[in-house]
């Protein structure tokens, strides 16, 4: 049986399952001469089709077809292994293992000569190859290179050196990795100690160096104790030893600082802003407490400021009141009065002068009894007097036929009621909101025998329309030697009359 029966049918499994690559591959490494030509041919021509199927140059339908034919070859190729070669392949091998043969000798005495002459040759250059190959060691001046120098010459001149070196470098290399391992100020004094020559000498010189920096830097931010030194610490030290003590205290600095402000804040005074200002001098909110210091001491002054004001007008209105208990009379507290109508004592002085002339004077009371509405013709829908002015004033004059002296007016154009606001609506028969309006006045009743009073009144009324209506009217009280009783008169407009009933009534006599 042919020695590749086997493989050629698992060739022709592979391309029946359409698996034209792997055939190819095992019938490629079929030790089979007479087919090597064509079956590398014949990969060439596979690797193409893919290739030209991948970049789109074919379509899948002449793929497949070029595909079939490849796989028919592989089939034919695979056949022939079994059927060996034909009489003139057979020849054309032998005539091909002669040649090689033949080439295999004449190789092999040239190699004898070369080797022979590369023996001498070596003999007197391998010195000077051993010594180069040391010098670019040391030159590197690593393990590698030295581990380098001993495989390519196991023999050489410096093996014992460089043994002795790669066992140095490590054992510096162990140190070394210990040491930053530890990372600490004695690790790195004991590494510098212990290998003075050290490759990693100057770098450990360096970070003893920073970190003696460093630790004297934390020092003086504790001895410092400020929130400023520790930032500073943090800001070069970022990755420092002592840079979460760092962060901590300034996280509780920070709290106890926003407690105190809030404490500031709630205690809202001069002193509360001063003893956050005196603790933290340098705190978050510094800047906003003298702020508010400010502010509470120009408050403070203002109201310093406005209690003496209040207390000079208070001694003041103190020695206008002494001098008037010191006149004792109608004049002197008549001008205390006027100096202060509602003062401390205005009272008091009101009495007193009530007092002095309760013998010889008289009160009376003259009163706005009410305003009754009599007619509102109102060019509204609603045909209400809608009224947002009244305004009554009186002028009372007392009149002695025995002693002219005593003639006088008492009160001016007083005003009794006055009324200017918004409009309120009023209907026919009702009364306005306001009554029993009085003003009192003293008539000097033993002197005098005639009492003229003398009253005026306005009405307006604002009813949204482009024109206003209003009214206005003098009524004189009659019989000025017994004017006390009741009276009214009205006013008159063409869309509203009001009737105003007074009356004159004496208080206390």
Avoid at 6 to 22: F, Q
Avoid at 63 to 89: Q, Y
Avoid at 280 to 298: D, H, R
């Amino acid at each position: 049986m042919n020695q590749f029966a086997e493989e050629v049918e698992r060739i022709k499994k592979l391309v029946s399952d359409g698996k034209s690559k792997e055939a190819l591959k095992v019938l490629s490494n079929l030790d089979v001469p007479f087919i090597k030509k064509e079956v590398i041919l014949l990969n060439s021509r596979y690797n193409k089709l893919m290739a030209e199927k991948m970049g789109g140059r074919l379509d899948n339908k002449e793929a497949n077809i070029d595909l079939a034919r490849i796989d028919d070859a592989i089939i034919n190729l695979a056949d022939r292994v079994l059927e060996g070669p034909t009489s003139k392949e057979s020849a054309q091998l032998l005539a091909q293992n002669k040649k090689v043969r033949n080439r295999l000798i004449g190789g092999l005495l040239l190699a004898i000569i070369f080797v022979m002459g590369l023996y001498f040759f070596n003999s007197t250059t391998l010195k000077k190859k051993d010594e180069k190959a040391w010098v670019l060691a040391n030159n590197q001046n690593s393990i590698a290179a030295f581990e380098t120098y001993l495989s390519d010459f196991p023999r050489g001149k410096y093996n014992d050196k460089a043994t002795t070196i790669i066992d140095q470098r490590k054992s510096d290399l162990n140190a070394w990795n210990n040491t930053i391992k530890e990372n600490t100020l004695s690790a790195y004094e004991a590494y510098l100690n212990s290998y003075p020559n050290g490759l990693y000498y100057q770098t450990a010189d360096s970070i003893l160096k920073y970190k003696n920096e460093e630790l004297n830097t934390w020092r003086a931010a504790q001895n410092s104790n400020t929130s400023d030194a520790y930032k500073a610490y943090i800001n070069v030290y970022p990755e420092g030893v002592f840079f979460n003590d760092a962060i901590t205290i300034l996280n509780e600095r920070e709290q106890k600082d926003k407690k105190a402000w809030d404490d500031a804040n709630k205690g809202n005074s001069i002193s509360a802003y001063q003893t956050y200002i005196r603790i933290y001098p340098n705190g978050i909110y510094i800047n906003e407490a003298q702020t508010k210091l400010e502010e509470k001491k120009k408050e403070a002054k203002e109201i310093e400021d406005r209690q003496r004001r209040e207390a000079e007008a208070r001694q003041k209105e103190l020695n206008a009141w002494q001098t008037a208990q010191y006149g004792n009379s109608i004049a002197s507290y008549s001008i205390y009065l006027k100096q202060y109508p509602k003062g401390v004592y205005s009272t008091t002085a009101q009495k007193a002068i009530a007092d002095k002339t309760a013998n010889t004077q008289r009160k009376v009371r003259l009163t706005m009894v009410r305003l009754v509405c009599e007619k509102s013709d109102d060019e509204g829908s609603n045909n209400n007097a809608d009224m947002n002015v009244f305004d009554f004033k009186f002028t009372a004059t007392q009149a002695c036929n025995k002693d002219a002296s005593k003639n006088k007016t008492i009160i001016n154009n007083a005003s009794i009621y006055y009324y200017n606001d918004k409009a309120i609506t009023i209907a026919e028969g009702e009364h306005w909101k306001d009554n029993n309006r009085y003003v009192d006045f003293i008539f000097d009743n033993e002197h005098c025998n005639e009492l003229h009073i003398n009253i005026t009144g306005y009405a307006n009324e604002d009813d949204g329309s482009s024109k206003d209506e209003n009214a206005s009217a003098s009524f004189n009280i009659p019989n000025p030697s017994q004017p006390y009783g009741s009276y009214s008169f009205k006013l008159t407009s063409n869309d509203f009359v009001f009737r105003c009933e007074f009356k004159l009534d004496k208080i206390g006599w």
